[in-house]
């Protein structure tokens, strides 16, 4: 799965990056979020050798209280997650998802820096996906008790996977991410690995139910995306 993986991730940022969504929203709810949790914006050591720039330079000048890196790593970073997020999420879910994800970063940032992988970008997506997976979990719950929802699911089972396997793996993230909103895609993505619905209900905290449900939503859309390619 994980080259499958890598594909759809690689096209969901590379899309979100043509399309990034405004920042000022996402940067008011840092800031506000930021002074409750006591960081403090404050001049830096005008001897300081920390350069603009990198990643790594914007997280070690954030640590010293400088809100210009502040301001970067929002504007580098920020439009391009939160337009990921709003293609499965309402606004207000999807900017809490970025925000959550930033908050993650600046509150290991140490860690971030002292790491080997030192991709922020990279973090901040992985963590914004769990953010967004658990949204569109709770979503998912609030819809209703799960054996209703699964008793509105037509009888019969769905070929898709089958007639997925059947394309290359970057043909087949085009289609997730065409089709599919991001639980979708996780569980669509499980399933194909070879995972039964209770692993995949595990990974995803649902019940089986609800795994049922997703990927019958998912299956429909997927199976009409196939439909419409050229024969």
């Known amino acids: ?40 914006p404050r001049a830096l050591d005008p001897d300081c050798p920390l350069t603009m720039g990198t990643d790594r330079s914007l997280l070690e000048r954030f640590i010293h209280g400088d809100t210009d890196a502040f301001e970067f790593l929002v504007e580098r970073h ?22 959550v994800a930033f908050l993650a970063l600046f509150s290991k940032a140490h860690a971030v820096i002292a790491g080997t992988d030192r991709n922020v970008r990279g973090f901040l997506f992985r963590m914004t996906r769990l953010e967004m997976r658990k949204h ?22 769905s070929d898709v996977l089958e007639r997925l396997h059947a394309r290359e793996p970057l043909a087949i993230a085009a289609l997730l991410l065409e089709a ?3 639980l979708q895609q996780e569980a669509m993505l499980m399933r194909l690995d070879g995972r039964s619905v209770a692993e995949v209900a595990a990974a995803l905290e649902l019940e089986p139910g609800h795994v049922r449900v997703i990927e019958h939503h998912a ?3 997927l199976a009409a995306a196939l439909d419409r390619e050229p024969r």
Request: contains cysteine; charged residues 20%; proline residues 6%.
């Open 1 to 40: 799965m994980s080259t499958l993986d890598d594909h759809l991730w690689a096209l969901a940022l590379q899309r979100a990056a043509a399309e990034p969504a405004p920042t000022n929203a996402l940067r008011d709810l840092l800031w506000r979020s930021l002074h409750l949790s006591g960081w403090r």
């Open 78 to 99: 920020g439009g391009i997650l939160v337009g990921f997020a709003l293609r499965s999420l309402p606004s207000e879910y999807a900017y809490d998802a970025v925000q």
């Open 136 to 157: 569109l979990g709770q979503l998912l719950r609030d819809a209703g008790p799960v054996d209703a929802l699964e008793a509105k699911l037509p009888s019969g089972g």
């Open 180 to 182: 599919c909103n991001s």
């Open 219 to 221: 299956g429909t859309k």
